[in-house]
């Protein structure tokens, strides 16, 4: 079982970073370009893909070296531990927190109310980016108080929250957090996809004043590109939620049998199956790239263009 692990974290997780990584500097490019920058739900997925960034390199490369090379530095150093730690919990909560913004965007963008269009702005996209980033800054400072060094075992030592009160609190957070962000995502993707075919509805006259100025011609334009926005962030809502709920599951189950009495066989199979479930949470973090590549014809033809100018 461990020897999974081991190929696991050595073949498949450096394959993952390298996707990850390429994909999350192309969609950052793509999503800078000048003619869709101008969209708010674009800043949003420069903010995400930044997330993902940090993530992989904080989270998915401690995770590769320390269970597929047993190389762990943050055992050596309570400074690194303690940063290492803090690093992922504030990366692994900012990237679904961007995506529940840009969810919140396409909510106005897509409302038969007028007025509610108009809040979707560039300038209520970095403000809420800019408050949502220092809350969640400040909100996991106690990781870098209460995180430690821990010997969990003989020759088993690893940098996490030490047993007690505070490993039952981070626990219970995150299994929060993972419910709460899923839950969000799910309820303002209902919404969006009700107003949208309530928009389809919709033959009366909108008052020109209450929307947005732009040129008749690029009316049907805007629609598609609008609804292109809609369905990449449906397909990262839709993978962030399928790959992250085994990991909350687990993490329930985990707090319901604690205080059983187990077998060194079923502890070792409880420990491969979490680090299955920490690897296949991390892939929502890689694959925005190639899931735009799908489903956008917009994105594909700006990568395109990205490529052909040299």
Known sequence: MSSLNTYLYQIASPILMILGTVGCIINIVVFRR??????????YFIAYNIANFMYIYSSLLSSTLSIGYNID???????????RFYAILIFSILSPFYLVL???????????????????????????IGIGTLFWTLSYSHALIFT???QLGPNFIMC??????YYIF????????EITVISLMLIFGIIYIKNIQNLGRIQATIDISAVRTMPKHNSNSFSRKDRQWILMLFMEITIYGLCSSPFAMYLIYAQITQNQIKTNERLELENMISFIFIFTAAIPFCT?????LIVSKTFRTEVKKIFNTR
Not at 74 to 83: G, H, K, M, Q
Not at 170 to 177: A, C, G, L, R
Not at 288 to 292: D, F, G, I, K, R
């Open 102 to 128: 840009a969810s919140v965007d396409r909510v106005f963008i897509t409302s038969p109310n007028a007025l509610t269009r108009q809040r979707s702005t560039c300038r209520l996209a970095y403000i809420c």
């Open 170 to 177: 981070t626990t219970y957070f995150e299994i929060i957090k």
């Open 34 to 43: 000048k003619n869709l920058r101008k969209n708010p739900c674009s800043i």
């Open 73 to 83: 530095y943050s055992i050596y150093s309570i400074v690194i531990c303690r940063l």
């Open 288 to 292: 925005a790239c190639y899931t735009n």
């Open 160 to 165: 996490t929250p030490p047993p007690g009160a």
């Open 148 to 150: 430690d060094i821990v």
